[in-house]
Each structure stands twice: as structure tokens, then as C-alpha cells.
């Protein structure tokens, strides 16, 4: 598209990155990549290097790169109609049909959909539901949120307090006083070696209950988490955990949000993360997967009990006092239909359950005798390589030893993309669902390569 010779100035001397080393990338000392192109899994960039992308950009890309019907929907919207907002009862056909499409894949007992741009945006509206909710029914003590350690949730305000990351909380006075964080439910990275899977599962529901026995049960409104810890490691609940940190919720009347922008329609190899795991939310996130980012769109999937209160609410109180004027944007909206009929077209969902199994037995395959090679977790199309300095007593490195993103970058020379995880030594695979199962043993084998050039 734009091609000159600037670009690569330009970047270091205009552009702020994201998660990014500002000073280092600004004095040139950090890597810089021009993606120019992709297809399929792959990635190409303007220096004509081809990657295979292993973690669908940021877990996203789910039906995989240059897929025409999205671009070409994307594009006929465009042409008939770019943009209308969706204020005061407006819409357009793409975002009422993508509404209705969306609530035909959720759980049971889900009402309606509102739709943002981000994952964070959608969090951020998912606390004001929730704490509007509780001004309606005359509980206004009824406010704090109980997020997990290492869930990831965004880096807004709230969200980013949500987030139980310490680089998403340092130096930004985060979190927020109304955000309180729970046990992380990371079975290998129990303080207690001695405890059994489920011992641990009955650990994490007591720390739930003793942090609600201690703040209140009247001052907490609701619980927020991902079925699968996403950035926080990639990490599968421990068993047993959904069914009895819900029966708890249940028991206090704190509302559950499902956190599903990593989860959402097919990366645990079923439609959404909340069905896998017996799951029953208030309300559901929803962003990534949702276009396979072909365009910004996510959502919040709100569920019967809470939009009865919200009608209440504007009973008494006029119009919602929320939106955005990108909310259902209608080339995201396009975007998403095309989106959701391709992963039916080509049965992505059952796709990624599959290929997700075949490539977690590869990774096994390739590394499980490792010495260094401490766990190697997943779900589905989630997975992860945990490092460890002695594998028989569970010492982890030393961060300042970046093990973590040795190896990605040494997983990069051989073509590949994986994601060093921003806390702890470990590397993550987010694949896109259409990946063949001769990339999935490429990026066991290359893995493996890669991990002894850096721990031998
Ligand atoms: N929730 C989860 C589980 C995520 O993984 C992410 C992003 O990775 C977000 C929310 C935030 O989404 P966004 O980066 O689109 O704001």
C-alpha cells in the first residue's frame, strides 16, 4: 500500500507503540517489523521475511489471513454504507443481524448484545452495567469486583485494574480501590507442592470465600475471569474449579462476567468457553474472535436477569446513559457476519478442537523430556511451554535471565511465531483455527529447535 523508503524512520522518529520499550525502540536498539501482507497462517514482511504465525497476531486472526469473503463484505458495506450510529433505537442490517447471530451461539439465558470496538471497552461497559444493576435494585454498597491474579481483562482504567499483571498496574496507580484480586487458579504454580489438583481447586474456592467473608458479601457486585487464563500464562482452569467457584458466586449474589475476547467462538474447540466449561454468565466479552479482527468490534452479551433490571432502569430513570459513536459499527458489524458464516462454512470450531489436541500431543512429543521444559498446558487452540531452571524441585528463573524471550526470539530466526508471556518464562500458541497439522508439527519441531539453542 503506502511503500517508500521513510517507513522504517518514521516509525522509530512517529509511531508509539504499544507494549512496547519506548526509549529502546526510539533509539533504534529494539527489533522493528513492517508487516506488509498474510494468508493463511502466515505473515509476510516488507523485507519479503515469511512467518508463521503460531499466536494469530494477538490470539485473533482466528480464520486465518487474506480471506476474501470478509475483505469483500468488509468492502460492499463500505460502499453502501460506512457509518451509522446506533444511538436511539438506529441500526443497520449488519448489526442486527450479527446481534441476533451472536445470542444463536451464546449459552442459554443471554438477552441482548451491545457492541464496542475493543475487549477492554467492553469490560469497561460490562462494570457500568453491573454496577448500574445494583444502584436499580437499591444496593448502592454493592460495587467491588473480584478479579483473579494474572487474568487479563485490558488496560483501560478499570480494565487495566481488572488485569492481575504487575506491568499493568505499575507506575499507573492501578488497580482502582473497587477492584479486589483472588488466588490465580495455576495449578503448577501452587505455593503447596504437596496439594492434589482438586486440593488446589478446594484452596482457590476458599481464598474466594475467605475475600468475600472479609470485604462483604453487600459491598462485592460481581466476579470477572476467563475460562482459560489467556496473557496472565495460558493457563486451564484446575479440575472441578468452574462448578465450585460458581456454586460460591451463587451463594453470595455476585453477578459472573465471562471474560470469552480469547475464548469466544471456537478456540476451545467449542463455540464459546462458558459451554466447555459449564459456565453461566451475566454477562459474557466478546471481541477478537468475533471478526477474527478483520475489523474492531467487540461486545457484551447481557443476560435475562440483569436486561430486566436495565428496563427497569430506564423506566425510571430515561435512555441509558451509555454508548460510543463507534458502538456497532456496521464495516465491524459486516465484518462479523462474514466472520461467523465462514467458521460455520469450514467447521473452524470443531477444526480447532481437533488440531489443538494433535498439536498439544506434537509439543509433548517434541519437548516433554526437556529438563528445562517444567509443563506443557493446554485447551483446545491454547497453548503453552513453561520453563523452569530444575524441573524435579519447580525453581523458576530469574526474570532479569528473559528465558521466556530468548526463546521466542529464537523461535523467530527459525520462522515461527510464538508469544513470550509477559510474566514468567513462558511461551504461548494461539494458532489460527485453520492451521494444517504439518505447520502444527513445524512449530513443535522448530520449537523444540529453538528451545535448545537457548537452555541446551
Ligand atoms: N480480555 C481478554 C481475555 C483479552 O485477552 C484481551 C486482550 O488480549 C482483552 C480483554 C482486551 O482486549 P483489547 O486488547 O481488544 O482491548
Not at 181 to 209: G, I, K, M, N, W
Not at 435 to 450: L, W
Request: with cysteine; proline share 4%.
Amino acid at each position: 500500500m503506502l511503500r517508500n523508503d521513510m517507513l522504517e524512520k518514521w516509525d522509530r522518529d512517529s509511531f508509539f507503540h504499544p507494549s512496547t520499550h519506548l526509549a529502546e525502540f526510539a533509539r533504534g536498539n529494539a527489533p522493528q517489523r513492517v508487516i506488509r501482507t498474510g494468508q493463511g497462517c502466515h505473515i509476510e514482511d516488507r523485507d519479503g521475511t515469511r512467518l508463521l504465525d503460531a499466536f494469530a497476531g494477538l490470539y485473533c486472526v482466528n480464520v486465518g489471513y487474506g480471506r476474501t469473503d470478509i475483505a469483500d463484505a468488509i468492502a460492499e458495506q463500505a460502499r453502501e454504507l460506512a457509518y451509522y450510529h446506533a444511538y436511539v433505537g438506529h441500526g443497520t442490517e449488519a448489526s442486527i443481524t450479527l446481534a441476533q447471530m451472536v445470542l444463536d451461539r451464546a449459552p442459554e439465558g443471554m438477552s441482548k448484545v451491545y457492541f464496542g470496538q475493543s475487549g477492554s471497552d467492553a469490560n469497561e461497559t460490562n462494570i457500568k452495567l453491573v454496577w448500574y444493576y445494583n444502584n436499580i435494585l437499591g444496593r448502592p454498597e454493592k460495587k467491588k469486583i473480584i478479579s483473579r491474579w494474572r487474568g487479563y481483562h485490558g488496560s483501560g482504567l478499570m480494565t487495566g485494574s481488572l488485569t492481575g499483571l504487575e506491568l499493568f498496574h505499575k507506575k499507573f496507580d492501578l488497580p482502582l480501590a473497587q477492584v479486589i484480586h483472588t488466588e490465580a487458579p495455576y495449578y503448577y504454580r501452587r505455593d503447596d507442592l504437596d496439594l492434589s489438583e482438586e486440593q488446589f481447586t478446594d484452596h482457590c474456592v476458599a481464598e474466594l470465600e475467605a475475600l468475600i467473608e472479609r470485604e462483604g458479601a453487600d459491598t462485592i457486585a460481581a466476579f470477572i475471569g476467563e475460562p482459560v487464563l489467556g496473557t496472565g500464562g495460558i493457563v486451564p482452569p484446575p479440575a472441578g474449579y468452574w462448578d465450585k467457584m460458581q456454586a460460591v458466586l451463587k451463594e453470595h449474589d455476585i453477578l459472573l462476567i465471562v471474560d470469552e475476547v480469547v475464548t469466544g467462538f471456537g478456540r476451545l474447540g467449542t463455540m464459546m468457553g462458558s459451554d466447555h466449561y459449564g459456565l453461566k454468565p451475566d454477562l459474557i466479552t466478546i471481541a477478537k474472535g468475533l471478526t477474527s479482527a478483520y475489523a474492531p468490534l467487540s461486545g457484551s452479551i447481557v443476560g435475562e436477569k440483569m436486561w430486566k433490571v436495565l428496563e427497569k432502569g430506564t423506566d425510571e430513570n430515561g435512555p441509558i446513559g451509555h454508548g460510543w459513536t463507534y458502538s456497532a459499527h456496521p464495516i465491524g458489524a459486516a465484518a462479523g457476519v462474514a466472520n461467523l458464516k465462514l467458521i460455520d462454512e469450514l467447521n473452524l470450531v470443531q477444526a480447532a478442537g481437533d488440531t489443538g489436541a494433535y498439536f498439544q500431543n506434537a509439543l509433548k512429543d517434541a519437548l516433554g523430556n526437556h529438563a528445562k521444559v517444567g509443563e506443557i498446558r493446554g485447551e483446545g487452540l491454547m497453548a503453552a511451554v513453561e520453563f523452569v531452571a530444575d524441573r524435579d524441585n519447580r525453581t523458576f528463573f530469574d526474570a532479569s535471565e528473559k528465558v521466556g524471550p530468548r526463546v521466542a526470539a529464537a523461535l523467530l530466526e527459525h520462522g515461527v511465531i510464538g508469544r513470550a508471556m509477559p510474566q514468567g518464562d513462558i511461551l504461548g500458541f494461539a494458532p489460527p483455527f485453520c492451521m494444517t497439522r504439518e505447520e502444527a508439527d513445524e512449530v513443535a519441531g522448530k520449537t523444540a529447535k529453538a528451545v535448545a539453542s537457548v537452555l541446551g
